[in-house]
């Protein structure tokens, strides 16, 4: 079993150097708009925001997000050059279980894109495993390939800046998912070894949409194994029967829920995130992703067919899935 983030600790002097680490390629490349691929882009829009708290007050869920134990961010790119955003605590980092598995996924395929890691049939299987099915075996067999300090330099670095101390921290990696030596180290800013903002899981599909994770030809395979996810359960749950094309990677553990999810449906394209600590939260998720979906694809064009094709399957709550 994970024990993530019910201890507090006072900070260590180390996290004052991991942060001034964090911080000085952020400085260097301020004036650098290739670094900040972004950034300038997610910034809320006033009719989808108004849309978004409409819904969540819509399912009672005010006094989550009062509480911080509710974010969620919507992005609209069915036009992809001309993205809409709204977010509700989306800055808010949270433990996130196995969402943040995706960390593994841009880090492997950077080392892949470096030449650094052979892209095998058995590297590919390993992933899609790791994504899919949420397998925590093949989790850990992959970031050890990676290793932990490959994972944090793409993290961190400007190219991505996926965990930035400027905008409260981000996906973090810091532990694999069972085995041994799966332990690396707790994020700087809120302790956490699996974690997320809803804002920065947004850029990551944002950035994977428009073919800017790695390389266009390396994104078109992340979005592949991100395809037919084989978990029926959150924002898959609540799509389900409806003509959706679902790109996805949730997280559940004890009472936190994630997920994280690009969808085509009836000719609109969405990004949805969601975080939230709360033991009801799968219950919530397929009700919050309807909400979302209804916000974004107009009424007529819902149908009743299934494409995404996924077999159901059930997660352990042993470990985070």
């Known amino acids: 079993m994970c024990h993530n983030r019910v201890v507090k600790y006072n900070r260590p002097a180390w996290i004052a150097v991991v942060l001034l680490a964090l911080a000085v390629p952020l400085i260097v490349s301020a004036d650098r708009t290739a670094a900040r691929p972004a950034y300038s882009r997610l910034e809320p829009e006033p009719g989808l925001q108004g849309s978004l708290w409409n819904a969540l007050a819509g399912l009672a869920l005010n006094h989550l997000v009062v509480q911080k134990r509710l974010a969620v961010s919507l992005v609209d790119v069915t036009d992809i050059e001309h993205p809409r955003y709204a977010g509700i605590n989306d800055r ?173 449906h009836g000719g609109r394209k969405y990004i949805a995130a969601a975080l939230m600590e709360d033991e009801h939260g799968g219950e919530v998720f397929p009700r919050l992703i309807q909400r979302l979906d209804a916000i974004v694809v107009p009424p007529q064009t819902l149908t009743s067919s299934l494409t995404y094709g996924a077999d159901s399957a059930s997660a352990s709550r042993s470990r985070p899935q």
């Open 92 to 264: 808010e980092m949270m433990y996130a279980a196995s969402l943040p598995k995706i960390c593994a996924l841009v880090a492997g395929f950077e080392k892949i894109n470096d030449g650094s890691l052979a892209y095998t049939a058995d590297v590919k299987q390993m992933f899609t495993r790791m994504i899919r099915y949420s397998s925590n075996e093949d989790a850990s067999r992959a970031i050890h390939a990676i290793g932990f300090d490959y994972i944090f330099k793409v993290l961190t670095g400007p190219k991505y800046r996926f965990y930035d101390p400027m905008q409260n921290g981000g996906l973090w990696l810091g532990k694999a998912y069972g085995g041994a030596n799966d332990y690396w180290k707790r994020d700087p800013l809120h302790h956490l070894s699996h974690g997320a903002t809803t804002w920065q899981v947004a850029r990551f599909f944002l950035l994977l949409e428009q073919g800017r994770l790695v390389s266009p030809k390396y994104s078109a395979e992340m979005k592949e194994i991100l395809s037919k996810p084989a978990l029926n359960h959150k924002f898959v749950k609540g799509l389900e029967g409806l003509n959706c094309e679902i790109y996805r990677k949730s997280g559940t553990w004890s009472k936190y829920h994630a997920d994280g999810a690009l969808v085509e």
